[in-house]
């Protein structure tokens, strides 16, 4: 089984923090990305990566950053996190082919006080 | 722009009612379709897809039909259980190759014995 795991479920941070959320995938999927979720607004893509090192800005990239050094690993960065920023996170996997089916993790839910 | 609108939620059955949770999209090209499923405290996962026009997807007695001519993918199941209350979210792939998905709001899905 396809297994995406991000490190932590919750998450209590304060305004001007620095905060990074790892996501790790078990299945050499080429595809990486963060999704946030937040209710009556489903789900918005802040980034996602097609390749080590490489990135591209999805719908909501303002205030998020992201790095891919290693092909498993995708980590979200919150250089100085507000309050509109809590929400809860989602990362996923997908492989090269045009399936389109997305293996999600369990979320972390970051609240920033 | 590619969008998806779901119906709002909650929707509230009792065990063994037929269940709808509508669903349109407005997108260039050919889109792919899917629905995927969030159960409590966990992320999201795949319930079904479709990837051309009058494709029916089903899965765990839920099905739904690209239906081009109408632009919709409504999600139908016949006799719901109590184990099916969830949030459901409609989702598109655009055409072309690009990976990512467009999600709709999500609905939520309570079921009552």
């Known amino acids: 089984d396809v297994k995406v795991t991000q490190s932590s479920r919750y998450l209590v941070k304060r305004t001007g923090e620095k905060v990074f959320l790892e996501c790790v995938q078990d299945?050499?999927?080429?595809?990486m990305f963060w999704y946030r979720q937040d209710p009556g607004l489903g789900l918005r893509l802040i980034y996602f990566s097609y390749d080590v090192k490489m990135k591209e800005k999805g719908d909501i990239p303002e205030g998020y950053s992201v790095s891919r050094e290693k092909k498993e690993r995708f980590s979200l960065i919150l250089e100085s996190a507000s309050t509109n920023q809590t929400s809860m996170y989602l990362c996923?996997?997908?492989?090269?082919?045009?399936?389109?089916?997305?293996?999600f993790g369990e979320g972390s839910r970051l609240t920033v006080l | 722009g590619d969008s998806v609108t779901q119906m709002e939620g909650p929707v509230t059955l009792s065990e063994e009612a037929f269940l709808t949770i509508n669903c349109t999209y407005t997108a260039t090209g050919y889109p792919s379709l899917f629905w995927y499923v969030q159960y409590p405290g966990e992320g999201l996962q795949l319930l079904l897809k479709?990837?051309?026009?009058?494709d029916k997807g089903s899965n765990k007695g839920f099905e739904a039909t690209y239906r081009k001519e109408t632009t919709s993918f409504h999600l139908e199941k016949g006799s719901v259980q109590v184990s099916d209350s969830a949030v459901y979210f409609c989702?598109?792939?655009?055409?072309?190759?690009?990976?990512?998905?467009?999600f709709g709001a999500g609905t939520r899905l309570a079921v009552h014995p």
């Open positions: 299945m050499d999927h080429e595809n």
């Open positions: 989702a598109l792939r655009a055409g072309g190759g690009y990976n990512k998905l467009i």
């Open positions: 996923a996997s997908k492989g090269a082919s045009n399936t389109g089916e997305l293996f």
């Open positions: 479709a990837t051309k026009a009058d």
